[in-house]
C-alpha cells in the first residue's frame, strides 16, 4: 500500500481512538501471534471462501452469502471464531461433508474499537467426526462498514453514477466478510456479484476484460491469498489494454490519460519477471479510481487499486505502479505472518520499486526517489518511539492502520540496500529471486526470514555481514552507524542553485528547470531559503508556472510554500489544487500550513467547507482532526 503513513500516523490515531488515556505501558509479545485477530487458527483454518452479494447502492449495503470452507486442525474443537466488523447476521448454516447444513447458534462474545466484534458460531450437533466444514453465513454490511466506501455520483470523475470500492488492509476485509481476518491464513475464494445493470464489478480475481455488461459477474482467485487483499469495486468502468497481459480499468474520462501514463506497465512486470522470476497471477491490470480515493495506491493482487492523482501527463509520477506491481513478489507472494511484520512486505517493495525505476527509467530518477525516500524515513524515525524505530518490533504495536510508516518502508528499502551493496547485485539478486520461491504463497515472520537470510547468504560468503547486523536492523531502534546514505547529484545541484538564486548569485533565466525530473523540482521549491521576497516568489510563478503545472507533486510542494509563505498571488490558484484533489497527501498539508500561517485559520476552513463534499470521508476526518489539534 502507498499511504504515505507519516501523515496517517499523526492523524488516525486522533481520529480512532475512542479512548483518551495516556498509552499503556508497551509489553513484550509473543511474536508469532497475530493479536489484531479473534480467530482461533489454531483449532479452524479457513481454505476457501465463495461469496454471492448484491451491491445496493440505495442502503449502501452489500448483503448476501458467504460460504467458508473450513478445516478442523483441532479434533475436539466445537466452536469457531471469526472476525467481523459492523456486520448484520440473518442467520447461520454448517455442514459436513453431506447434506445442506443444519443451523448454527452464534454470538458475539467479544468487542474491541480496533478489532471488532468476535462472532463465535458453536458448531451443531452431529459434526463431531467431520473434519471438513462448510459454514454457510447469511448476512450484510453496514453502511459505516470500514472497508468500503460508496461514492455518490458527485464524487467520480463522470458525476453520472455512483461507485463503489473496498480497502480491507489492514484489518477492515471483517467488515464486509464475516472471515479468519488475519495475514496468517491463506485463502483462495469465488464470488458472485449483483450490481446494477449498466454498471461493472471487478475483484482482486481473475476479471475478463471482455466481460459483457450484464449486471451479475463471476470471479475466481485460484491462487491463495491473505484476506487484506480481498478487493472489490463497482462503478461505470470500463477497460483499454496496455500490454500482453496488462491494461487499465477506470472511468470512461479517465481511460485514455490513463493508458497513455501507465504505458510502461507492462515493461515493468517484464522487467520485475527478469530479475525476480516468475509474475504468478496472471493479468496485471491497474483500476484508477475517483479522484476523491483518499490514498495512493493498494496493491490488490492482478488488480491493483490505483489514485487518479498520478496522472502527470508526463509519466513522472509512476513509482507508484513499480511499488503496487512489485507486491506482486513482496507482500502478496510472500506475506507478512502479522502486522508486526509489515516491513518484509513494504521494505522489501519499497526496495523492489527502485530497482525496477532504475532499469526503466534510469539511474538519476532512481537515486532521487531513494534521496526523498531517506529524508522521510529520517523526518519519521523522529516522530515515533524507540522501541517503535525496530523494523520487526519485539514489543506490542498499536493499530495496524495507524502504526504504519516510514520504519517499515524506507527503513527495510535500506536495510535491503546495504545488503545489496555489501553482496553485490549478482549475489543479492539471485537471492531475493530464491526467497521469493521458497515462500511462495506463504506468509512468514520477520525471524523466518532472519533464518533464512543467515543460511542462504550470510553463511555463505561468511566475513561479509553478519547476522548481528542484520538483527541490530531488525530490533534496534534507528539506524546502523555503517547504514547507506543514498546521494543523488541531480537533487544536490537543484538545492545549491535554489540557494545561489535566493542570495542573488545566478539569473532565474539560468535555472535549467525545464529540463529537470519533477522530483529535482519538488526538491528545489523545499531548499527556497524562509525569508524570500514577495517580488522573488512572483519572479519564480512567472518563470516556472508553478501554480498552473499539471504535476499533483510540484502543485502540493507549491502551495504548501504559498500557504505558508502567505504569497495572495497564488491563492487563487491554490484554492483550485484544493478543489481539484482529494487525495489527502496532496490537501492536507496545504490546509495546515494555511491554518499555520498566522492570519489565514478561519479561511482555511471556509475553504475546507466549500470542497468537503468532494472529499472521501477518511480525508474529511483527517483534515478536521488536524485544524482540531492547532485549536
Ligand atoms: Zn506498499
Same mark, same amino acid.
Given at each position: 500500500m502507498r499511504v504515505f503513513a507519516l501523515l496517517f500516523a499523526?492523524?488516525?490515531?486522533?481520529?480512532?481512538? $475512542?479512548?483518551?488515556?495516556?498509552?499503556?505501558?508497551? &509489553?513484550? =509479545?509473543? =511474536?508469532?501471534?497475530?493479536?489484531?485477530?479473534?480467530?482461533?487458527?489454531?483449532?479452524?483454518?479457513?481454505?476457501?471462501?465463495?461469496?454471492?452479494?448484491?451491491?445496493?447502492?440505495?442502503?449502501?449495503?452489500?448483503?448476501? /452469502?458467504?460460504?467458508?470452507?473450513?478445516?478442523?486442525?483441532?479434533?475436539?474443537?466445537?466452536?469457531?471464531? @471469526?472476525?467481523?466488523?459492523?456486520?448484520?447476521?440473518?442467520?447461520? /448454516? %454448517?455442514?459436513? +461433508?453431506?447434506?445442506?447444513?443444519?443451523?448454527?447458534?452464534?454470538?458475539?462474545?467479544?468487542?474491541?474499537? %480496533?478489532?471488532?466484534?468476535?462472532?463465535?458460531?458453536?458448531?451443531?450437533?452431529?459434526?463431531?467426526?467431520?473434519?471438513?466444514?462448510?459454514?454457510?453465513?447469511?448476512? $450484510? *454490511?453496514?453502511?459505516?462498514? +470500514?472497508?468500503?466506501? #460508496?461514492?455518490? $455520483?458527485? @464524487?467520480?470523475?463522470?458525476?453520472?453514477?455512483?461507485?463503489?470500492?473496498?480497502?480491507?488492509?489492514?484489518?477492515?476485509?471483517?467488515?464486509?466478510?464475516?472471515?479468519?481476518? *488475519?495475514?496468517?491464513?491463506?485463502?483462495?475464494?469465488?464470488?458472485? =456479484?449483483?450490481?446494477?445493470?449498466?454498471?461493472?464489478?471487478?475483484?482482486?480475481?481473475?476479471?475478463?476484460?471482455?466481460t459483457p455488461r450484464s449486471g451479475e459477474y463471476h470471479f475466481n482467485m485460484p491462487q491463495p491469498i491473505p484476506s487484506y487483499l480481498l478487493a472489490i469495486a463497482v462503478g461505470n468502468i470500463y477497460f483499454a489494454p496496455i500490454g500482453e497481459i496488462t491494461g487499465i480499468y477506470a472511468e470512461p474520462e479517465m481511460l485514455d490519460a490513463s493508458t497513455f501514463e501507465f504505458a510502461s506497465t507492462q515493461q515493468m512486470v517484464d522487467t520485475a519477471e527478469s530479475i525476480y522470476g516468475p509474475y504468478r497471477w496472471g493479468r496485471y491490470d491497474l483500476l484508477i479510481l475517483p479522484p476523491s480515493f483518499p490514498f495512493g495506491g493498494m496493491e490488490n493482487p492482478r488488480l491493483s487499486f490505483i489514485t487518479p492523482s498520478i496522472l502527470a501527463g508526463d509519466q513522472s509520477l509512476v513509482s507508484m505502479i513499480a511499488h503496487e506491481l512489485t507486491h506482486s513478489w513482496s507482500g502478496n507472494l510472500v506475506s507478512n505472518k502479522t502486522w508486526r511484520d509489515i516491513w518484509l512486505n513494504e521494505g522489501t517493495t519499497s526496495y523492489l520499486e527502485a530497482r525496477l525505476m532504475e532499469v526503466l527509467f534510469g539511474k538519476d530518477r532512481a537515486d532521487e526517489e531513494r534521496v526523498l525516500s531517506y529524508r522521510e524515513l529520517l523526518l519519521g524515525l523522529e516522530e515515533v518511539s524507540p522501541e517503535m524505530q525496530a523494523l520487526a518490533p519485539l514489543e506490542s504495536v498499536d493499530d495496524p492502520d495507524e502504526s504504519q510508516g516510514s520504519v517499515h518502508y524506507q527503513k527495510?528499502?535500506?536495510?535491503? !540496500?546495504?545488503?545489496?551493496?555489501?553482496?553485490?547485485?549478482?549475489?543479492?539478486?539471485?537471492?531475493?529471486?530464491?526467497?521469493?520461491?521458497?515462500?511462495?504463497?506463504?506468509?512468514?515472520? +520477520?525471524?523466518?526470514?532472519?533464518?533464512?537470510?543467515? !543460511?542462504?547468504? /550470510?553463511?555463505?560468503?561468511?566475513? $561479509?555481514?553478519?547476522?548481528?547486523?542484520?538483527? &541490530? #536492523? @531488525?530490533? !534496534?531502534?534507528?539506524?546502523? +552507524?555503517?547504514?547507506?546514505?543514498?546521494?543523488?547529484?541531480?537533487?544536490?545541484?537543484?538545492?545549491?542553485?535554489?540557494?545561489? #538564486?535566493?542570495?542573488?548569485? %545566478?539569473?532565474?533565466?539560468?535555472?535549467?528547470?525545464?529540463? #529537470?525530473?519533477?522530483?529535482?523540482?519538488?526538491?528545489?521549491?523545499?531548499?527556497?531559503?524562509?525569508?524570500?521576497?514577495?517580488?522573488?516568489?512572483? &519572479? @519564480?510563478d512567472d518563470d516556472f508556472g508553478f501554480s498552473q503545472t499539471h504535476n499533483a507533486e510540484i502543485g502540493r510542494t507549491w502551495f504548501i510554500q504559498v500557504a505558508s509563505r502567505r504569497h495572495l498571488p497564488a491563492y487563487e490558484a491554490m484554492e483550485a489544487h484544493l478543489n481539484r484533489h482529494g487525495r489527502t497527501r496532496l490537501i492536507y498539508p496545504v490546509y495546515m500550513a494555511l491554518a499555520k500561517n498566522g492570519s489565514d485559520a478561519e479561511l482555511a476552513r471556509t475553504l475546507f467547507d466549500d470542497a468537503k463534499n468532494r472529499y472521501h470521508p477518511l480525508t474529511v476526518m483527517a483534515i478536521e482532526s488536524g485544524f482540531k489539534e492547532l485549536e
Open positions: 499523526t492523524f488516525m490515531v486522533v481520529a480512532c481512538s $475512542k479512548n483518551e488515556d495516556p498509552a499503556p505501558q508497551k &509489553e513484550a =509479545i509473543d =511474536i508469532t501471534h497475530d493479536y489484531f485477530s479473534f480467530a482461533n487458527t489454531d483449532q479452524f483454518v479457513t481454505e476457501h471462501i465463495q461469496l454471492d452479494l448484491t451491491v445496493d447502492f440505495d442502503l449502501k449495503e452489500l448483503r448476501g /452469502l458467504a460460504r467458508l470452507k473450513m478445516r478442523r486442525l483441532d479434533p475436539a474443537a466445537t466452536n469457531i471464531i @471469526l472476525d467481523t466488523r459492523d456486520l448484520h447476521i440473518d442467520g447461520i /448454516l %454448517v455442514a459436513g +461433508s453431506e447434506g445442506d447444513g443444519s443451523e448454527a447458534a452464534y454470538e458475539y462474545v467479544q468487542e474491541d474499537p %480496533v478489532l471488532g466484534q468476535a462472532l463465535k458460531i458453536t458448531l451443531p450437533d452431529g459434526l463431531e467426526q467431520e473434519q471438513d466444514l462448510l459454514v454457510k453465513i447469511f448476512y $450484510k *454490511t453496514d453502511p459505516r462498514a +470500514s472497508a468500503l466506501q #460508496w461514492l455518490p $455520483k458527485e @464524487l467520480t470523475a463522470g458525476g453520472k453514477y455512483p461507485f463503489m470500492f473496498s480497502q480491507s488492509q489492514s484489518i477492515h476485509a471483517r467488515s464486509w466478510v464475516p472471515l479468519q481476518d *488475519t495475514p496468517s491464513v491463506r485463502i483462495t475464494y469465488e464470488a458472485t =456479484i449483483h450490481t446494477p445493470s449498466n454498471l461493472l464489478a471487478v475483484m482482486s480475481a481473475d476479471n475478463d476484460p471482455l527495510g528499502q535500506l536495510f535491503l !540496500q546495504h545488503m545489496e551493496i555489501i553482496f553485490g547485485r549478482e549475489t543479492f539478486d539471485p537471492f531475493l529471486s530464491a526467497y521469493f520461491n521458497h515462500f511462495a504463497f506463504q506468509s512468514i515472520s +520477520s525471524e523466518q526470514f532472519l533464518d533464512y537470510l543467515d !543460511q542462504n547468504l /550470510l553463511q555463505k560468503q561468511p566475513g $561479509k555481514f553478519s547476522r548481528e547486523q542484520a538483527e &541490530e #536492523w @531488525l530490533y !534496534q531502534p534507528g539506524l546502523p +552507524s555503517d547504514a547507506p546514505i543514498p546521494q543523488s547529484a541531480t537533487l544536490e545541484k537543484s538545492a545549491r542553485l535554489a540557494g545561489s #538564486w535566493a542570495a542573488g548569485e %545566478v539569473d532565474v533565466n539560468d535555472i535549467p528547470l525545464s529540463s #529537470w525530473s519533477p522530483h529535482a523540482i519538488v526538491h528545489f521549491i523545499n531548499n527556497l531559503p524562509v525569508d524570500l521576497s514577495e517580488a522573488q516568489l512572483d &519572479e @519564480l
